[in-house]
């Protein structure tokens, strides 16, 4: 039975259609549909929607796609437009045809000056045909208009999935709903639902009562970040989980709005919350307590423990009748084995199933669930690492610390879903304006989740066939509020949105740009807490042809101009107009604003410049330096921009586990007295500080002598080391930084190796 109409569910959608309608041309040429369809064709007709206008429904068509078009139409004019036969013209006719319209979740949307047709694959195609006639729908001097054309739509990928996580930070049902309602209009029909981890349990196990009591609440929640030291705590109890019934009704909903919900229960590691509650399903037997800040812990559930997989598969004998979804995902990720290692019940698991190491182990146990969720006629998806120790026969991988995991699986004729944090995690800072609010550590600004392509060169055609889609995940550990969370999410959702359905050769980034411009106001009405940076200046260091520091300013606002100064003062319409590279001819702070209509947009940039001696002269690295720090320019160590505390600016170049040594060539032999670094220490980021080091000089290259060693880095952040040295003449300048090597016991991730930051290399 289809429920009837909600006003309160369908208040977002409703609002959508009033604004959309009031803002957007309704030329299709400017229709400002998000995501960009495969094909449209205008023409110069013109419906018109009159009293006698009605909905012809094919026989099949789901009638809760009628009630859900119906109310944004009701909210517009009034009324509900009839279902049935009254006249032969100005129809709206709704069909299915997965001969005609043959991929799908396609549609084909016509529009003539009698009749508005939405032929659809399926449910689903007939739906999202309904989402883009919305979107073109046009009210003025009271009569409500579509302009005439045709659009043929389809995804380029089945899978177009949206991640959240609701464990560091929990979200009431309205905020769920909400952003599902907006998950529907952009055309994603995924959405995977995080909902367990170390910080908090937030689904109800009946069999389990101690999961809501217990697992769900912490003591209290890390003030500031994690890399911060010594941790603050805000003393305030935290908590809340969905029950089942709300469980259900949220699995309606977006039932209801073709999407599929794919709940995440972690395991084997990510377990502390629920090792709170039933201490005997870890390692050690415990006390443990909910986790009060964000990270990975060595505590995790006991792979040689039966009453682990017990516990884990009454949870899931719960968790499977709230959720139709084929997919289950179970983790897999950031599993620490320093308590494997020395758990006798493990080692006795490993020796009973002749498994050579705990990577093995940890294949043992996914493939143990997987085995049991099959058994239900469901199949699994986990993070990369499930490929530890062999992949499950049935496993879909999603690749997050990279695409090499999607790549491997692909090879291996595995489905997988490309989600990379560096391109598609939206709980990173979108902008390096130093006002942006608190986030992740990495940086996806809008162009650069746009412009990701999931598919890969490293893959033949057969082997792409196995990459079903792609994702955007949001970690909540600084989304304290859904205010924060839809800063984080928006737009960059939508940029996710037509990475996921639009054909590649459609992708234009000015177009999408143009499109979303037309969005934002309709952001702003539905009181979505949307961010308004993309327009903002962007830059570029680099040489100019003589050698020279320069600067390059961009923004993508049409129309707009920019101002700049080099002396630290505020820019305004008199300041110099940007037109060309700034060439940086001596230290100080070069501010920028765009201007648009005379008016001030956006915050004003700012770039601070510390010329030296080695600014722009070559640089030699023994090491190439490693992870997604940087782009791998070694000459940004000698630019004379000082990389920032977020180690997101592309400046700092890191070294996992092995040392940092860089010659610099001066040109000439030159005087030298003054010599410095930038080291980042974030012992919470693994990222630490070298045992020793020193800088040497040489006049020939090949004989250096040792100026200045150093062995104590003591601030917790960026460590400036500035060395004032006797006078030498020197033209070669090494600097060596010994690797910590080994993260000691007792430290965060006891054991991995440790990270060495290094940052500009200074001659004076």
Known sequence: MISQFNPRKFLLTILCLIFIIGHISAQIKEQGIIPQPFKVQKNNTVFSFVATTYISVDKGINPSNLIFFNGYFKSLSGRNLPVGKYAKS?????????VGVPQPEGYILSVTSKQISIVGHDQAGVFYGLQSLIQLLHKANGKITVQGGVIEDHPRFAYRGMHLDVSRHFFKVDAIEKWIDLLALYKIN?????????QGW???????PLLQSISAWRDETIIGHKKDSPHRFDGKRYGGYYT????????????????????????????????????????????YKTATFWGIFDDVYCAGNEETFTFLQNVLDEVLPLFPSKYIHIGGDECPKTK??????????????????????QSYFIGRMEKYLNSKGRQIIGWDE?????????????????EEGGIVAAKQHHDAIMTPEKYVYLDYYQSLYPSEPLAGGGYTPLSKIYNYEPTTTALNADEAKYIKGVQANAWSEYMASPAQAEHQLFPRMLALAEIAWTDKGNKDYAGF???????????KQLNINAANTFDEITDGVSQSPDHREQLALSSTLPGAHIYYTTDGTAPTLKSKKYNQPIIITQSGLVKAAVFSEAKLYGRVYEKDFHLHKAVGKTIILTNPPQGAYNSGDVSELVNGVFGNKLYNDGQWYGFNGIDFEAVVDLGSAQQVSQLGVNILKYHWQKMWEPQVLTFETSADGKTYTEVYRQTSFPANGINQVRATVKPVRARYIRVKATNKGIIPPGEYIAGAKAWLLVDEIIVE
């Open 202 to 208: 937030r689904i109800e196990i009946k069999k389990y």
């Open 340 to 361: 494997w290692k020395t758990c006798p019940k493990c080692q006795q698991r490993m020796r009973d199933e002749h498994l050579k190491d705990e990577h093995e182990l």
């Open 244 to 287: 089942q019934a709300e469980v259900k009704a949220i699995v309606k909903y977006a039932t209801e709005r073709h999407i599929n919900i794919i709940p995440e229960i972690e395991m084997p590691g990510h377990a502390l919350a629920a090792l709170a509650a039933y201490p005997q399903l870890g390692c050690t037997g415990g006390p």
């Open 513 to 523: 740009l143009k499109r979303l411009r037309y969005e934002q106001p309709l952001l």
């Open 190 to 198: 995924t959405f995977h639902w995080h909902l367990t981890d170390d």
């Open 90 to 98: 100005s129809i709206i006719q709704l069909s299915i045809d997965s």
């Open 386 to 402: 499930i490929l530890e120790g062999g992949l499950a026969p049935g496993a879909t991988v999603m690749s997050w610390t990279g």
